[in-house]
């Protein structure tokens, strides 16, 4: 379907450089467990900017609201294990989605 082919070219670029920052960053004395968590992670980041990108895109009244400075859009992961709540900030292209009609 449609939607589902624009969910996957949006979607499978951030796995796919999840994996290629995990490999470009790993530790020779990194686990395979650790490898994978850190590309969970960072996949999980990059769905959350991601999320944070489409509601700027399609809803036109957080788009107003941000344009107008009044609502910031801010990512943040929670692990369900511990409870913690790691915050990834704000989109870093939030200004250049804004400014697009």
């Known amino acids: 379907s449609k939607s589902m082919r624009h969910v996957l070219d949006q979607v499978?670029?951030?796995c796919m450089k999840a994996v290629s920052d995990a490999d470009?960053?790993?530790a020779s004395?990194?686990?395979?467990g650790g490898r994978q968590l850190r590309v969970e992670q960072?996949?999980?980041e990059l769905n959350a900017l991601y999320t944070i990108k489409q509601?700027?895109?399609?809803?036109p009244i957080i788009r107003a609201a941000?344009?107008?400075g009044s609502l910031e859009l801010h990512a943040a992961?929670?692990?369900?294990s511990t409870g913690k709540v790691d915050f990834v900030g704000q989109?870093?292209?939030v200004a250049e989605i804004l400014a697009r009609d």
Do not use: Q
């Open 29 to 32: 004395d990194e686990t395979t």
């Open 77 to 80: 992961v929670l692990d369900s």
């Open 24 to 26: 470009n960053d790993s």
């Open 12 to 14: 499978v670029p951030s």
């Open 42 to 44: 960072t996949a999980t």
């Open 66 to 68: 941000a344009k107008m």
């Open 55 to 59: 509601l700027l895109i399609h809803s």
């Open 91 to 93: 989109h870093p292209l």
